[in-house]
Structures are given as C-alpha cells and as structure tokens.
C-alpha cells in the first residue's frame, strides 16, 4: 500500500483512444496504464489502476487509499466540474494527489474553466496529452525523494 500510487479515472474515460480522438488522442486507456506501470515501476512504486462512470465508485476507491498509499492521480473527466462529493472526498486525504487532464480544460469551453478537485489537490496537470499521466506518476514518486531508473 505505501509504495502503491492509485489512479483513477472518471466518466467516458473508458472510451479513450475512441472518443473525440482530435482531442483526447489515439492512445486507449489501456496503453495510459501500461505507461504508468512502467513508470512507476522505474521508482520501485506499483500502480492501482481504475475507471469507473459512478461517482460512487470513484469516492470509494479514494476511502481505500487516503492514507498510507503514495498518492493518487485522478482524472475526474466531467466530474471534475460537478462533484462537490469527490472534492469531499479528496479533502480527507493526507496522501499528494495530482489532477491530470488529458486536454488543456483552460483552452476549452468556460464550463471546463473551474475544478471542484483543484481545491483538493497537490498539483495539476492539464494539455500535456496521455504524457500527463506519466509525470504525474513521477512527480508523486519525487515527493518520496525516490531516484529513477530512467
Ligand atoms: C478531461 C477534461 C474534462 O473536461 C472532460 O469532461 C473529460 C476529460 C481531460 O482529460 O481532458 O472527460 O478530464
């Protein structure tokens, strides 16, 4: 559990590499998870990796690892900008979480504009593509002061 980074992915996220590719991009949800072992892996870290479309669900997986995980990444996909439930839920945390958007949000629709989960989280990524996960993976494991094989 303390060496586990856990990161989670929010609504129509299942969908990568399919859903508005001209945005999102090629690369399925699948390949994100296999870049993020990898990575972790370089750190001697492992990685929880899930999607869910629940709301529910996403808070529960949170409960799991707020504390004594290495930290979590979250994509909260459209959740980011409705969900006071998933904030709250972050609020608990006392693991470093990064929020990782695959799109830049700012450059998007107003709506996009404002995350509920920037005001929980460490730090934010967003338009660095599916290349986003990745540094988020390794930002977590540079809080832990760990040197890669990189
Ligand atoms: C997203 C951006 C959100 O606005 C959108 O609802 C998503 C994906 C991103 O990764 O760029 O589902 O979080």
């Not at 993020?36 to 370089?42: D, F, G, P, T």
Request: aromatic residues 6%.
């Amino acid at each position: 559990m303390n060496d586990t980074i856990l990161i989670l992915n929010g609504p129509n996220l299942n969908l990568l590499g399919k859903r508005q590719p001209e945005i999102y991009g090629h690369e399925t949800l699948g390949d994100v998870e296999a870049l993020c072992r990898a990575e972790a892996e370089a750190f001697g870290l492992t990685v929880d990796f899930h999607q869910s479309n629940a709301e529910h669900q996403i808070i529960d997986w949170i409960h799991q690892y707020r504390v004594g995980s290495a930290g979590i990444v979250i994509n909260p996909g459209a959740f980011t900008h409705t969900s006071i439930a998933i904030l709250d839920a972050l609020a608990t945390c006392e693991v470093p979480i990064v929020e990782c958007h695959i799109s830049n949000v700012h450059k998007r629709e107003a709506f996009r504009h404002h995350s509920y989960v920037s005001l929980a989280a460490t730090a934010v990524l967003a338009g660095f593509g599916t290349h986003g996960y990745v540094l988020a993976v390794r930002h977590i494991s540079h809080l832990r002061g760990l040197q890669g094989q990189v």
